[in-house]
């Protein structure tokens, strides 16, 4: 599986991809974007060496005769987390201008499954045709909502939850974190 993490805040989503995908047995190659490498810095305490370490192979974005820059290259499915409106766009337009964006595109051409993790609010009309562009050519945006009736007792269940969810997008499942309907506390 393919992993992108861009500059849009929320890399903790991004972490949480790769972690459950490791634990699932899945192979991962990442590839972060400078912004994202950013954002990194401002909202964990993990070097660029930790992340890395983190997937089982890495891209630099610049690198653009990358594997997972190519159609050849076989994968179950790329997912972006977080997705900024700035990677959003080029995606949607066909602007594969460093190796994220292009191994996005190339999973798009290949009909394989990509997923957007797309972090803004509010939206602009802008934004939701970029989003309607990458939905017609068979992405799937899926913004990071909490699920709440999972009643989490932190930051860590709904980063979970909704990295779980996206890597169910690309076929993978994880079987480590509820489901409607399984152990959700009910009121009495």
Known sequence: MVVGISGATGIAYGVKVLELARAAG???HLVVTPAGQQT????TDLTARELAALADVVYRPADIGAAIASGSFRHDGMIVAPCSIRTLSAIAYGNGDNVLTRAADVTLKERRRLVLLV???????????AMAGVTESGGIIMPP??????????????VTHT????LDLVGIEIDTVPRWGEQIARPT
């Not at 972090?119 to 045709?129: A, D, N």
Request: proline share 8%.
């Open 40 to 43: 990194r810095a401002y909202e």
């Open 119 to 129: 972090r803004e609010t509010p939206l602009t009309l802008g934004h939701l045709r």
């Open 163 to 166: 990295a779980a969810r996206a």
């Open 26 to 28: 899945v192979q991962t």
């Open 145 to 158: 909502v909490p699920a709440l009736y999972l009643r989490p007792s932190g930051i860590d269940d709904l």
